[in-house]
């Protein structure tokens, strides 16, 4: 592992790891009919340097691999509805 890749902790890191998976697993029902879980999304907002990229990372690096996905895709001011619809795309297997 590269060393500029590593991701340590901190107290306000995990803090946000903790709120994001109390909101992420908050009883939700996604079908009504067929009674199945759902997961509310959760959006982290803030200044830039305040670790929001890397709590997610550190977040979704604890998914189990066979069960959850994860996609990470960047967003600026050039990004269009077509390009993040491309990048989504890019990931699907049609049948």
């Known amino acids: 592992m590269a060393f500029s890749q590593l991701l340590i902790p901190t107290i306000d890191s995990t803090r946000a790891e903790f709120i994001i ?14 009674k199945e879980p ?5 959006l ?5 340097g305040t670790a929001k990229t890397s709590v997610i990372l550190m977040y979704t ?14 967003f600026s ?3 269009t509805p077509f390009n993040f619809q491309e ?3 890019a990931e699907l297997e049609r049948k």
Do not use: C, W, Y
């Not at 998976?21 to 067929?34: N, Q, V, W």
């Not at 759902?38 to 959760?42: A, I, Q, R």
């Open 21 to 34: 998976d109390k909101i992420a697993h908050l009883p939700h029902p996604r079908s009504e009919k067929r």
């Open 38 to 42: 759902g997961h509310l999304s959760t």
């Open 44 to 48: 982290l907002v803030g200044a830039a």
């Open 61 to 74: 690096s604890k998914f189990d691999k066979d069960q959850m996905l994860f996609k990470r895709i960047n």
């Open 77 to 79: 001011s050039a990004t």
């Open 87 to 89: 990048s989504i795309e």
